[in-house]
């Protein structure tokens, strides 16, 4: 091959493997050298997988040898955070009580990767128990470094994933969306990620086999994190549709109805009105400039009842948090408590009238901006409206946790509705990555990634680099 293994992309290797140019163990191989090599500056993966993924690509060589078909992904190599279940591997969540979950089956969308031919190579960090901030640093495995800049957050919670693909351990990384999780750190390590819309890709939050309360059923979703589009692209085709073990997940086609004429883009650089870091609001600028060029209707837009959207969110969540918190505080670092608590105080818990009328008023939102989308159907904003945080800044104050979990506004009212997004690349400044979110119609991720792609085409991918001090 003219270039590393561990620099092509998913769509690379798999037609690679599948014309015979390479094969599936060398492609593994040649990420497990790269985690060794890497890894160690990053700390993005927990648990290699290495014996476990030899043997499964020697077992997918040996099925090609007899003349046996390749599959979308054969041989691609793919990292799992580590609240997503992978048969016989642990489930930590980051914390030492999960250390003994030991689920006995795959979730859904592991399942679905590896059907299609992908090899896990790895779990990947995320912070305690998902919680505690944008940062990701667990209690078994300490803080993930942003490979741009260890003075820098590489995001969370799917941080571990963010920081894996962007440094070339693997090509695809799965992780979890409930309010930027996924979107976050693809932009801080200049990657793409997509939060799917609700129901589009099956999932399997359950812990030791209790089900999750409402706001965790409605709100988080998995997704994959990438270098780019057309790798998202393609594990979304495998990742989507029905499945037993999601009764959440539809059948809705991937590829919706061509809108008639240019496709109309709302931009919404400051929705909130609480103000946007100059270079965040560049990136946005810039990006509405490359989707105009492209062809696409760009013009200023306001989602409807966001502010409400936003309450919503928090009140629901927190709600929930609340009830278990006595119990769930236990399982996290002291330090990384505040975050959760000031939330807590910001969105105080509300009655079982409150609570369920919280529930209700969500799908008059959900309504109005399903109207809105039908005559804008894309919206182009910042993923993070402030420059990259230094790791754990929002648990340092009252001060900085208002600043940093506001400008995770127009995350949080997407995942509030349920529609997809998708976040990109949007160039480099000072030496960091900036990125952008497009965000669609439900069931419309189709939309998303083909505008995101447009993007892309303008300002390039800037990864998989070597890990910088």
């Not at 003349?67 to 930590?92: D, Q, S, Y």
């Not at 980051?94 to 059907?115: K, T």
């Not at 309360?213 to 594990?235: C, E, K, Y």
């Not at 009655?351 to 901006?369: H, N």
């Amino acid at each position: 091959m003219p270039d590393p293994i561990h620099t092509l992309g998913a769509a690379g290797i798999a037609a690679a493997v599948a014309a015979g140019d390479i094969g599936a163990r060398e492609a593994v191989e040649a990420h497990l050298e790269r985690i060794a090599a890497v890894n160690p500056a990053v700390n993005a993966v927990t648990t290699p997988l290495a014996e476990r993924a030899r043997g499964e690509a020697e077992e997918l060589d040996r099925r090609r040898a007899r003349g046996g078909p390749a599959g979308p992904l054969a041989g691609v190599p793919f990292t799992v955070k580590e609240n997503i279940h992978v048969a016989g591997t642990a489930t930590t969540f980051g914390v030492p009580r999960m250390r003994g979950l030991l689920p006995r089956e795959d979730a859904p969308p592991v399942r679905r990767l590896r059907a299609a031919g992908a090899v896990c190579v790895g779990r990947t960090n995320l912070p305690d128990m998902t919680l505690g901030g944008v940062h990701t640093s667990s209690t078994l495995y300490g803080d993930t470094a942003n490979p741009w800049d260890p003075a820098r957050t590489p995001g969370g919670s799917s941080g571990g994933d963010g920081a894996a693909v962007a440094t070339g351990m693997a090509p695809l990384g799965l992780g979890n969306d409930s309010g930027g999780s996924v979107r976050v750190p693809a932009a801080f390590c200049g990657v793409a990620g997509l939060k799917p819309g609700y129901g589009r890709i099956a999932s399997d939050h359950r812990i030791a086999g209790r089900e999750p309360t409402l706001a965790s059923q409605l709100f988080p979703v998995d997704g994959p994190i990438a270098r780019n589009t057309a790798d998202l692209r393609l594990a979304l085709s495998v990742l989507a549709g029905p499945d037993p073990g999601d009764p959440r997940a539809v059948p809705a086609p991937l590829q919706g109805p061509r809108p008639r004429g240019p496709v109309r883009v709302g931009v919404v650089a400051d929705a909130l009105g609480s103000g946007v870091d100059p270079g965040v609001r560049a990136a946005v600028r810039e990006a509405a400039d490359a989707l105009q060029e492209a062809g696409y209707a760009v013009e200023e837009a306001v989602p409807p009842r966001l502010s409400e959207a936003l309450d919503g969110y928090g009140r629901l969540v927190m709600t929930e948090f609340a009830l278990g918190w006595p119990h769930l505080k236990e399982l996290i670092r002291e330090e990384a408590r505040p975050y959760i608590e000031r939330s807590m105080e910001k969105n105080p818990p509300a009655d079982l009238p409150g609570y369920v009328q919280l529930a209700a008023d969500r799908l008059g939102v959900q309504r109005e901006w399903a109207r809105f989308q039908q005559e804008v159907p894309l919206l182009l904003g910042p993923v993070f409206t402030g420059p990259i945080p230094s790791p754990g800044e929002e648990l340092q104050s009252a001060e900085a946790h208002e600043r940093v979990s506001g400008a995770l506004g127009l995350c949080a009212a997407t995942t509030y509705v349920g529609v997809p997004a998708v976040a990109v690349p949007a160039g480099m400044a000072d030496g960091l990555p900036r990125s952008v979110q497009v965000i669609g119609p439900m069931h419309r991720e189709d939309l998303c990634l083909d505008a995101a792609e447009a993007i892309e085409r303008s300002f390039g991918t800037p990864t998989p680099i070597d890990p910088r001090g």
